[in-house]
């Protein structure tokens, strides 16, 4: 298999929490464990706005839990509530944080997002029809195309031989193939409506109330989810990476390897502020090093919180962070982002 370079993991230094618990990480930042709800934890690898991509992850008993797993936006106004976003957006449902939640939702058996019309929520099921909301152990995988702007989620059983796939069809049997873009659920109205050009991040939110709803993710490095099945052995679209099952064709991990360039960093941009110490997180392409926001100067770990791909808000201050619109003007304090050096600065 070719180099690859570095593959993401969980976030070990916040979760998204809404007055509930802190995830706690282990095996290498890739299993979460299940506290109550409102939780949940982030790669905080930014998809690239290009390409079609592929995650899969296991999921301990979640019958009792209102989890969800998927996707929010790079533009959440309120960072610590992006588990709440995930799932009641995955049930199509509206809530007080932008609706900016695009997931699986592991209580209700749906993929979906908010809109306020149109169909924007399906059903997904076990390979053999049954609810998602169940006491055994399930692998759920992710597809997302942001070149057709469709999405699906796939299941399994330990015991199966590849992915049932669940896109706009509302099938009980997962025939819905990643591979022919008509199939999945259409996210044009999600990313025009919600985030427009911006970046999204995956995330699982356990949010259990009782169950055990942890998550074993899977972007590349180990098809066995740590020694819970034989490995796979099957690699993306370019040779990279280890999965357990085949990948839907044209799909790639998300890794260093695969991670298209950018063009430079944002040196003016704006954002909607929350006026909570909560966030937003601001993409700006790169690390920065000196920011003014609404011409004031910011203060690391006063205002904000640097990070490789630009800043998260610290301070509920109006005068930083105005639920209104907000204007940055940076200057780069290092190299433009890349997948590979995408952690937490």
Same mark, same amino acid.
């Given at each position: ?27 290498g ?36 839990s ?13 960072y ?19 609706n ?21 929520k ?16 399930l ?16 299941t ?20 819905d193939?990643p591979?022919t ?9 999600f ?10 991040r995956f ?7 009782? !169950? ?6 899977? +972007?590349?490095?180990?098809? #066995? =989810?740590? *020694? $819970?099945? /034989?490995? @796979? %052995?099957?690699?993306d ?18 890794c260093? !390897? ?6 430079? +960093?944002?040196?003016?941009? #704006? =954002?909607? *502020? $929350?006026? /909570?110490? @909560? %966030?937003p ?24 919180i640097?990070?490789?791909?630009? +800043? ?6 109006s005068?930083?962070?105005?639920? @209104?619109?907000?204007t ?18």
């Open positions: 298999m070719p180099s690859s370079g570095n593959f993401p993991t969980f976030n070990n230094y916040i979760s998204g929490n809404q007055g509930g618990q802190s995830v706690t990480l282990s095996g930042n890739l299993k979460t464990d299940a506290p109550g709800y409102w939780c949940g934890v982030d790669s905080y690898i930014e998809i690239p706005t290009e390409g079609k991509w592929f995650i899969e992850t296991f999921i301990g008993n979640r019958y009792g209102y989890g969800a797993q998927g996707f929010y936006s790079q533009t959440l106004n309120n610590n509530q992006f588990s709440f976003d995930l799932y009641y957006g995955s049930k199509d449902q509206s809530n007080s944080d932008g900016e939640g695009l997931a699986v939702n592991l209580n209700d058996s749906t993929i979906g997002y908010y809109a306020s019309t149109g169909t924007t399906y059903n997904v099921k076990e390979p053999d029809g049954t609810s998602i909301y169940s006491t055994n152990t692998l759920i995988a992710h597809a997302l195309d942001i070149d057709n702007e469709r999405y699906w989620a796939g399994a059983f330990s015991t199966s031989t590849a992915w049932s796939w669940y896109g706009n069809g509302n099938s009980s049997t997962g025939t193939n591979a873009a008509t199939t999945g659920l259409d996210i044009s109205g990313r025009t409506n919600t985030i427009s050009d911006a970046r999204l995330a699982h939110c356990p949010n259990r109330s009782s !169950a055990d709803p942890y998550a074993i993710a899977n +972007f590349g490095q180990d098809s #066995t =989810f740590q *020694g $819970s099945m /034989t490995a @796979g %052995g099957n690699t679209a370019n040779g990279f990476g280890d999965f357990v099952f085949p990948l839907p064709s044209g799909y790639s991990a998300l260093a !390897a695969n991670y298209p360039e950018d063009s430079g +960093f944002i040196t003016n941009t #704006t =954002f909607k *502020g $929350s006026g /909570t110490s @909560g %966030g997180v601001v993409f700006l392409n790169g690390v920065p090093n000196n920011v003014t926001i609404n011409s004031n100067a910011v203060t690391w770990g006063t205002h904000a640097k990070l490789a791909c630009g +800043f998260r808000l610290i301070t509920s201050s005068s930083y962070n105005s639920t @209104g619109t907000n940055v003007v940076a200057t780069s304090g290092g190299a433009t982002w890349k997948y590979g050096n995408a952690q937490y600065y």
